[in-house]
């Protein structure tokens, strides 16, 4: 029990669960973000003063996904590992202590790894889905609204799709 609850939340449902949230919550802010000021002519109007709209708009969105999720995502191991130590106690008799000791033997440092180096890349794909739906956006606000509502749909499904190509990848590389 403890042995696969340790696995599955540190190799996939830690880091699953948290990009799918996040694609939600951050890749939908991005689109509607974005999209408003493509609206609002506010992007236009940074290419006029010469700026470059990548480098000002989708850069640093981009970079602070990427520096946020895995610590969001390390933050949600140690909360469902801490939730599973507890419904262990409450439904099996399985003591903090057994729970820890069972989970040491059977968690290694690449099971960890696993999970953190899915993190940046999901991140930077949900950044980029997000930017790129903002950037299209075109004329009314109700465009902004079916761009967002796309955006996180894309999100989610390139998110889940890249976690199943990891699992394929780090299976084939025996990790």
Known sequence: MVNLLGVSILRE???LMTA???AGRSGSAFTAQ????KVNQEVDAISTLGLDVVELLVVPRA???MITLPLLAFYADIMGLFGGAVMSYATLDI???QFIR???GAVTL???LVGLVKAPVFALVIAMVGCYEGLKVSGSAESVGTLTTKSVVESIFLVIVLDAVFSVLFSFLRL
Do not use: C, D, R, S
């Open 13 to 15: 449902i830690g880091i």
């Open 20 to 22: 799918i949230i996040v």
């Open 34 to 37: 974005i999209g408003t000021m």
């Open 63 to 65: 970079l602070a996904l």
């Open 95 to 97: 003591t903090f202590g």
């Open 102 to 104: 069972q989970l040491h």
């Open 110 to 112: 690449p099971h960890f």
